[in-house]
C-alpha cells in the first residue's frame, strides 16, 4: 500500500519553464490537495479537490492550474515558472465520510528549484 | 479559518515529557483540533486529534480545556527520534486541508 506518490521527487526549472507535478494515492480518498512549504514556514494551501470533477484554490492559488484527471489522480500545473515558486511541494489526500474528522495523508514532497 | 499560535521552538531532554500549547482563540463550534508531526524532507504525519477534554493514543495525549481556545500535546518520554516540527491544526471536520497550517514548533531533543 503506497499511500501517497509524487513525481518527480526533485526538479530544476529555467524561469518561464512549464511542467506539471503528478499525485496518485491509492486509499480510494474523496478529497486530494496541493500544499507549498517554504524554508522554515508551514504549509500552505495551493488547490484542493473535494471530490473528482470538482477544484477550489487556496490560500496561493496564482501561477498554478490543476486537474483531478480521476479519483486516484490530482496534478498541478506551473505555466511558467518563477523564482517565487521554488519551493516543496506536498500532495495529500483525505477521505470524507458522514460523521469522523478527516486526516491527511502526505506524499514525500517535490523539491522544486526555479533558477 | 482558525488562526492558531504555537512557539516557535522547544527544547527538551530524553526521558522527560513534552507539553506543546497552541493557542486558538477563535475555534468554531464544529471545528476540531489535530496535531500533525513532520520530520526534515517529509510530509506531516497525523499525531492526534479531538473536539474537547482528553484524547489519548499510543503516542501522545491531547488536552482541551472546556473554553476550548487552547489545546496542549503531551508527548511522554521523548527519545531523539521525537524531534521534528509539530503542527496544531483547527477547522471543520470535513475538507480538512482547508484548515490553516501555522509555523509550527520547532522540538529538539537532546540526549
Known amino acids: 500500500n503506497a499511500g501517497v506518490t509524487q513525481t518527480p521527487k526533485f526538479q530544476v526549472l529555467k524561469t518561464g519553464q512549464s511542467m506539471t507535478l503528478q499525485c496518485a494515492q491509492d486509499m480510494n480518498h474523496n478529497s486530494m490537495y496541493w500544499y507549498r512549504q517554504d524554508p522554515g514556514m508551514g504549509l500552505r494551501l495551493i488547490y484542493y479537490?473535494?471530490?473528482?470533477?470538482?477544484?477550489d484554490k487556496g490560500e496561493v492559488p496564482n501561477g498554478y492550474n490543476v486537474s483531478r484527471l480521476n479519483k486516484r489522480e490530482f496534478s498541478l500545473r506551473l505555466e511558467s515558472a518563477a523564482p517565487s515558486q521554488t519551493s516543496v511541494y506536498f500532495c495529500?489526500?483525505?477521505?470524507?465520510?458522514?460523521?469522523?474528522?478527516?486526516?491527511?495523508?502526505f506524499g514525500s514532497g517535490t523539491q522544486l528549484s526555479v533558477l | 479559518l482558525a488562526k492558531t499560535t504555537q512557539p516557535i521552538s522547544m527544547d527538551s531532554y530524553e526521558g522527560q515529557e513534552v507539553n506543546i500549547t497552541c493557542s486558538h482563540n477563535?475555534?468554531?463550534?464544529?471545528?476540531?483540533i489535530t496535531w500533525y508531526q513532520q520530520f526534515p524532507s517529509q510530509g506531516p504525519r497525523f499525531i492526534i486529534q479531538g473536539y474537547k477534554t482528553k484524547v489519548t493514543n499510543e503516542v501522545a495525549s491531547l488536552f482541551i480545556p472546556a473554553d476550548r481556545k487552547s489545546s496542549t500535546l503531551s508527548l511522554p518520554r521523548v527519545s531523539l527520534s521525537d524531534t521534528a516540527v509539530y503542527y496544531c491544526?483547527?477547522?471543520?471536520?470535513?475538507?480538512?486541508?482547508?484548515?490553516?497550517f501555522g509555523d509550527g514548533t520547532t522540538l529538539t531533543v537532546k540526549p
Open positions: 495529500a489526500s483525505s477521505e470524507t465520510t458522514g460523521r469522523s474528522y478527516e486526516k491527511l495523508f
Open positions: 477563535n475555534i468554531a463550534t464544529n471545528d476540531y
Open positions: 479537490s473535494a471530490s473528482e470533477g470538482t477544484t
Open positions: 491544526l483547527v477547522g471543520e471536520r470535513t475538507n480538512a486541508g482547508k484548515s490553516t
